[in-house]
């Protein structure tokens, strides 16, 4: 059974920071290209940033030099540090993990706010 079991959200003031992080079970952690995903109230769920099995990192645009993915395949855990937080952060997390088949955690709580 694979399980994807998100943890780090909460509340922070702009230009603060938060570390996210993504423990993986039940799959082959190694191969997967890892990913996280945020979902705004009525908005689309948008691509953060992704992590390939080899390491190489994507980001959308909005988070580039803010926001930096990483992974430790010795603990099947991807993790997002966020920094210079901005209100527009606020959304809730999703971690993704892609390869034949596609495996969703079950989100968590970012709150960037004043």
């Known amino acids: 059974q694979v399980r994807l079991v998100e943890s780090g959200g909460g509340s922070a003031q702009p230009g603060g920071s938060l570390r996210l992080s993504c423990a993986a079970s039940?799959?082959?952690?190694?191969?997967?290209?890892m990913a996280w995903y945020r979902q705004a109230p009525g908005k689309q769920r948008d691509l953060v940033a992704t992590i390939t099995s080899l390491g190489s990192t994507n980001y959308g645009d909005s988070v580039k030099g803010r926001f930096t993915i990483s992974r430790d395949n010795a603990k099947n855990t991807v993790f997002l540090q966020m920094n210079s937080l901005k209100p527009e952060d606020t959304a809730v997390y999703y971690c993704n993990a892609g390869y034949i088949d596609n495996f969703w955690g079950q989100g968590t709580q970012v709150t960037v706010s004043s």
């Open positions: 039940g799959v082959m952690f190694s191969i997967y290209t």
